[in-house]
């Protein structure tokens, strides 16, 4: 059962960086695509942020994320990354990793699951 601990969440303010991981250890999943999604305070519903595919690694960003955000995995220590930079305050939320199996980045939302406990992200202005 894949099962994801997010973490490097914080307090910035605006313009800084942060660096989320994502880590599985103790599953296989060479055949997930990976997400970040985030849950913005008083949302009921998580909005995909960036993806990274399986197999060739390609990835894809949501319009809002303007090129400040670049994601990375490193599947040797079960891991994802999402660089975020130039942070702005409407990025405040609750960061979790979600995967889906077999399918690449361009698979509908809704299909991601096993999403972990989140990380709080908070840009203060």
């Known amino acids: 059962q894949l099962q994801f601990v997010e973490s490097g969440g914080g307090w910035v303010q605006v313009g800084e960086s942060l660096r989320l ?28 942020v960036s993806c990274i595919s399986y197999g060739d690694n390609s990835t894809a960003h949501a319009d809002f994320v303007e090129g400040r955000f670049t994601i990375s995995r490193d599947n ?10 130039s942070l702005k305050p409407e990025d405040t939320g609750v960061y979790y990793c979600g995967a889906v199996w077999g399918r690449y980045c361009s698979a509908p939302a809704y299909e991601f699951g096993y999403f972990g406990q989140g990380t709080q992200v908070t840009v203060s202005s």
């Not at 990976?34 to 008083?42: L, N």
């Open 76 to 85: 040797a220590k079960k891991t994802v990354y999402l660089q975020m930079n």
């Open 21 to 48: 991981s994502c880590a599985a250890p103790e599953t296989t999943w060479d055949l997930h695509s990976i997400a970040w999604f985030r849950r913005a305070p008083g949302k009921e519903r998580k909005e995909e």
